[in-house]
């Protein structure tokens, strides 16, 4: 139960698969414009997910590790119809609005990702709380994307007025620019709360040398590596 | 020639361009845009995947899937066609053609999970276009792609230099970077022949 437990706080906040690992950043992207279609997308996605752990996970003795990325993509790509199917059915107006980007959820790297470094790995039950806690992780991370850009490119949340009726609403927010601008934000802040938890750990235990993790400016690490693209060279 | 295929080029190319109005490949796009020379080549790849891959599912949608009325096959279908595809692409470069092959690297077997190969080949479905106007959209998008990743890559090497704040090294001044040639590339909205 513990782990179960782990595993959604993982997939939440320490590794949320949009704002630290970086994944699935296309949709995130492009259907955040307002955060009802933040939760469709990831709630379609959950759904995605948490079935495809569940199916990889029961088939991984069965699959031949050769062809395992093919018979994923079938498992995946099978699955997201299914979604379409019944979005398509049951929600027409979430899928006016998603449009395009519900198929794309096959090419999602979260799901393909999931399913490499965790599903074929641990038992079914496992899997599927991973999936839980990705997918909500996913789907918390574009509904607050989108509700910012919500609220400061139409003066809503939710489709209600929350902004008074003087604000004139910064339309950039809900057009492509604002996408990048709210998430480079969003991930900035977080990068400033880790750097600030960062810094209190070393004052009260000390250097640990592990420089991976460590976003501080440190005389040990090389100038130079603090530069991104410096590492690669 | 006439205008209507010139504009879906420019169309796919300037006005819609895939990473930065439509966020399609933004993995490779954030990912692969630290180095110029990288950045070329993917493109490069890019290019050449795209454009084949939206004339063969052009010509799978209209011979194989429209007649059996298996529309809803599409999603699978195109993503192992493309699978299948970039694997072939692969090989044949390997053997006949090595210098390529070597130039391309690890970038073409990437391309697959790039989703702008599975967008694009959607999209045209969508859009009804013939064979024609498929691989024509398909290589204006690519050429989009190539154009918006080398410039970021000339942006991120200057940005190498800078001293940024702490908390946005990394994927945040990256995006901040992308959000202001999102805007610029907004200006493309008014281009029409």
């Given amino acids: 139960m513990k782990k179960c437990l782990e595993r959604l706080y993982n997939g939440l906040l320490k590794e949320n698969p949009v704002l630290v690992l970086m994944l699935g950043m296309c949709p995130a992207l492009a259907v955040s414009t307002r955060a009802l279609n933040g939760i469709g997308m990831g709630l379609s996605t959950l759904a995605v997910l948490v079935l495809s752990n569940l199916v990889i996970s029961c088939l991984r003795k069965v699959i031949p590790d050769q062809v395992r990325l093919p018979a994923y993509i079938v498992i995946v790509a099978s699955l997201v119809t299914v979604t379409e199917l019944l979005i398509k059915a049951y929600l027409p107006s979430l899928y006016d609005a998603l449009g395009l980007y519900i198929p794309l959820i096959v090419v999602n790297c979260i799901i393909l990702g999931r ?117 690669e060279k | 020639m006439n205008n209507s295929l010139i504009m879906i080029i420019v169309a796919s190319a300037l006005i819609n361009n895939v990473v930065l109005n439509q966020f399609l490949g933004i993995c490779s796009f954030l990912g692969v845009s630290k180095q110029m020379k990288a950045s070329a080549s993917l493109g490069v790849a890019v290019i050449f995947v795209i454009t084949i891959a939206s004339a063969v599912a052009s010509l799978m949608y209209d011979f194989v899937l429209k007649p059996l009325g298996m529309d809803f096959m599409k999603t699978i279908i195109f993503i192992l066609v493309i699978a299948a595809l970039v694997q072939i692409v692969e090989m044949f470069l390997k053997k006949k053609s090595p210098a390529v092959y070597e130039a391309l690297g690890i970038y073409l077997p990437l391309i697959t999970t790039n989703c702008a190969v599975l967008g694009v080949a959607l999209t045209n479905v969508q859009n009804g276009y013939n064979f024609i106007e498929c691989v024509l959209s398909g290589f204006g998008t690519a050429v989009g792609y190539t154009i918006a990743i080398v410039l970021l890559a000339g942006i991120r090497s200057r940005m190498n230099e800078k001293d940024i704040p702490a908390p946005l090294r990394g994927a945040p001044i990256v995006m901040i970077a992308a959000a202001l040639m999102s805007i610029a590339f907004m200006g493309f909205g008014g281009l029409s022949f």
């Fill in chain 1, 115 to 231: 399913a490499e470094a965790y599903a074929n790995k641990h038992t079914p039950l496992l899997s599927v709380m991973d999936g839980i806690g990705m997918g909500l992780g996913f789907t918390v991370a574009l509904t607050l994307a989108g509700a910012l850009r919500e609220l400061l490119g139409n003066g809503t949340i939710f489709g209600a007025q929350v902004m008074p009726a003087s604000y004139e609403p910064m339309t950039i927010f809900i057009q492509p620019p604002g996408a990048f601008m709210i998430f480079a934000l969003i991930i900035a802040i977080m990068n400033a709360i880790g750097i600030k938890t960062r810094q209190r750990q070393l004052v009260e235990n000390g250097c640990d040398g592990n420089c991976a993790l460590c976003a501080t400016a440190c005389e040990k690490k090389n100038p130079a590596e603090k530069k991104e693209g410096g590492a």
